[in-house]
């Protein structure tokens, strides 16, 4: 349990890394707000975790300031936040439509600015906080057919070096993860292919999948006192896909 109670906020919460991660928070000690679209998965998670839900769409700028407002103003401070909102395309650039590609920029890029946007400043006006965005290990390596979701996370990447520049001085850091392959309800459709799989976990150098746990407390070391020191960093939680592949 964190020795000192902290106000966290979590977009995309009922995702498999979005809802470990809120149960990990609280388990910790931690008051946790999460948000999401979809009203019934969130009051479902709020229920199990003994979260608060707030319903909003992370791309939608004000809807996002309008929920970190209501925390800062309910629990009178807001000390972490992270974006779990994401989504998975895997197609080459040529077969890839153009409502797909504004849909995967839109979900995975304009959400994680929207977060961003709004916390950071608002953040800079009280004393600090942590801000955790998620990329993917897929931005810094060629992988096929991910042309567009690469694009999207490399642009979190970047977003995070320049946001931890501008705000590294009021005392708000912004880090990100950039998982592996993690079994999680979006990635079934390759996990529940047994040749997809077998593919998938030869490219990890520790010869497995990610599961939610494992990026969940990377994301919870970030928000916590003992990554105080870190910002501007994207952390892989991959598996050693990124860095040290085996095939």
């Known amino acids: 349990m964190s020795s000192t109670p902290r106000t966290c906020l979590v977009f995309g919460a009922y995702g498999g890394i979005g809802s470990e991660l809120t149960r990990r928070l609280i388990q910790r000690g931690d008051r946790v707000v999460v948000s999401g679209r979809d009203a019934q998965r969130l009051q479902s998670l709020a229920k199990e975790s003994g979260a608060t839900a707030l319903v909003a769409d992370a791309t939608d700028f004000e809807a996002v300031a309008s929920v970190v407002s209501r925390v800062q103003e309910e629990f009178g401070c807001l000390d972490g936040v992270v974006n779990c909102v994401g989504s998975l ?145 994207t952390l892989g939680v991959d598996g050693g896909l990124g860095g040290a592949r085996s095939e």
Request: aromatic content about 4%.
């Open 89 to 233: 395309l895997l197609k080459p650039a040529h077969l890839t439509k153009a409502s797909e590609w504004r849909s995967t920029l839109e979900t995975n890029l304009t959400s994680a600015f929207a977060v961003l946007r709004s916390s950071a400043g608002l953040m800079s006006r009280h004393g600090g906080g942590a801000i955790v965005l998620v990329s993917t290990a897929a931005a810094s390596i060629g992988l096929p057919n991910h042309e567009a979701i690469a694009a999207a996370k490399g642009g979190i990447e970047s977003l995070v070096r320049s946001a931890a520049a501008t705000y590294g001085k009021s005392g708000v850091r912004v880090n990100a993860v950039a998982p592996g392959l993690v079994a999680t309800p979006m990635t079934e459709r390759i996990t529940n292919s047994e040749k997809g799989l077998e593919r998938s976990v030869a490219m990890h150098a520790l010869g497995r999948i990610g599961a939610a746990s494992d990026v969940a407390e990377a994301i919870a070391w970030l928000l916590s006192d003992e990554a105080s020191w870190v910002t501007g960093q």
